[in-house]
Nanobody, 123 residues
Framework: QVQLVESGGGLVQAGGSLRLSCAAA????????MGWFRQAPGKEREFVAG????????EYTDSAKGRFTISRDNAKKTLLLQMNSLKPEDTAIYFC????????????????WGQGTQVTVSS
């Protein structure tokens, strides 16, 4: 099991940037993919970005491509999400998640979750 704690959310104007962090604790992160999901009010939780345990493979939802960058530092057990050119539709609670094996986009396959951090983008 991996314990996850997110930080870095906040209020930003459209066009601005935020960097989310996720601190992991517990088991080794070898063969553990990590990812970011988000849930906007009244909507289902959706995949935003994922990264393989080695960092060599990344995957993004279409709306995040070109604007968001996911990265990880296994030595520090940290996952990052750099978000640029933010839009009001990016407003959501952002969750860090972990799973063994490959990146997948459906949330039911991810085993461990953080509590979430609120991101609000004003127009």
């Amino acid at each position: 099991q991996v314990q996850l704690v997110e930080s870095g959310g906040g209020l930003v104007q459209a066009g601005g940037s935020l960097r989310l962090s996720c601190a992991a604790a517990g088991r080794t992160l070898i063969d553990v993919a990590m990812g970011w999901f988000r849930q906007a009010p009244g909507k289902e939780r959706e995949f935003v970005a994922g990264i393989s345990w080695s960092g060599e493979t990344t995957e993004y939802t279409d709306s995040a491509k070109g604007r968001f960058t996911i990265s990880r530092d296994n030595a520090k057990k940290t996952l990052l999400l750099q978000m640029n050119s933010l839009k009001p539709e990016d407003t959501a609670i952002y969750f860090c998640a972990a799973k063994t094996g490959a990146i997948v986009t459906w949330d039911s396959a991810w085993n461990d979750w953080g509590q979430g951090t609120q991101v609000t983008v004003s127009s």
